[in-house]
T-cell receptor, first 112, second 113 residues
Framework: EAQVTQNPRYLITVTGKKLTVTCSQN?????MSWYRQDPGLGLRQIYY???????DKGDVPEGYKVSRKEKRNFPLILESPSPNQTSLYFC???????????FGSGTRLTVV | AQSVSQHNHHVILSEAASLELGCNYS??????LFWYVQYPGQHLQLLLK??????LVKGIKGFEAEFIKSKFSFNLRKPSVQWSDTAEYFC???????????FGRGTQLTVWP
């Protein structure tokens, strides 16, 4: 089944403790991206990648890191999480162009 | 900066009522436009997309959208809603930079049986 898989689905952590949210897609898509969703703000793009080793900032990149060492994987790294990063995170992938993104099931992160 | 505007924050309808959700996209951006739906507790699913051709686009689950270039609008419609359409709906526009997809703030639709 074609899908974007994120792990974990739920995560509670403490301020300053580094964490990684994994994302993998099995559709051989060139493009991958991370979004955060907050009530009343919609989805905001954090980072995106157009191919292996090619990444760029979205609208809210501060406090996040990404890497794209393989085409299928695009992990999101929070080096020192803070409470304002409590959010619902979505990974997505796309063929590019006019195709739009296919989204994963989401990771609900709480930073206390 | 590119932005997508959704004017209705929360829409409440009875079953069988007609639906229209407004969306305005940025001037100067691409005209690759999308509507996504997010059912409670789930991820976003693509309802329909427009990139060229017929301005009336038909999607899944009986939804359609009309692209009106002169109004920078891409409104979502459904002739008769069902309780199962209760969800949040997001309009999105592809950016001029490949890989960028901008979302509106979403419209929560509640349908009463």
């Amino acid at each position: 089944e074609a899908q974007v898989t994120q792990n974990p689905r739920y995560l509670i952590t403490v301020t300053g403790k580094k964490l990684t949210v994994t994302c993998s897609q099995n559709m051989n898509h060139e493009y991958m991206s991370w979004y955060r969703q907050d009530p009343g703000l919609g989805l905001r793009q954090i980072y995106y990648s157009m191919n292996v080793e090619v990444t760029d900032k979205g609208d809210v990149p501060e406090g996040y890191k990404v890497s794209r060492k393989e085409k299928r994987n695009f992990p999101l790294i929070l080096e020192s999480p803070s409470p304002n990063q409590t959010s619902l995170y979505f990974c997505a992938s796309s063929l590019g162009g006019a195709w739009g993104y296919t989204f994963g099931s989401g990771t609900r992160l709480t930073v206390v | 900066a590119q932005s997508v505007s959704q004017h209705n924050h929360h829409v409440i309808l009875s079953e069988a009522a007609s639906l229209e959700l407004g969306c305005n996209y940025s001037y100067g951006g691409t005209v690759n436009l999308f509507w996504y739906v997010q059912y409670p507790g789930q991820h976003l699913q693509l309802l329909l997309k427009y990139f060229s051709g017929d301005p009336l686009v038909k999607g899944i689950k009986g939804f359609e959208a009309e692209f009106i270039k002169s109004k920078f609008s891409f409104n979502l419609r459904k002739p008769s809603v069902q309780w199962s359409d209760t969800a949040e709906y997001f309009c999105a526009q592809r950016g001029s930079t490949l890989g960028r997809l901008y979302f509106g703030r979403g419209t929560q639709l509640t349908v009463w049986p």
